[in-house]
C-alpha cells in the first residue's frame, strides 16, 4: 500500500474516498505526493491585459520529497 492508504477504521470519509479513487488511477509505486494548480498573475505593465482582465494563466507544481 502506497502513502494514500487510509489509516486504519478510524481514517476519516475523506480520506478513504480519496484512497478508493487512487486506487483505481492506479499510480505507480514510486509516485509522490503533489499538487498541480492554475494560478492567474498580473505582470505589472499597465498597458497589458492582464492589467483589467483575469491576468496570466500559469501552471504551478508542487511535491514532497
Do not use: I
Amino acid at each position: 500500500m502506497g502513502w494514500w492508504g487510509p489509516k486504519g477504521d478510524q481514517a476519516p470519509r475523506p480520506r478513504k474516498q480519496r484512497y478508493e479513487l487512487l486506487k483505481a488511477l492506479r499510480l505507480p509505486e514510486n509516485a509522490m505526493p503533489g499538487s498541480l494548480a492554475l494560478t492567474r498573475t498580473r505582470c505589472g505593465k499597465p498597458t497589458c491585459h492582464c492589467a483589467e482582465g483575469p491576468g496570466h494563466e500559469g501552471w504551478h507544481v508542487t511535491a514532497t520529497a
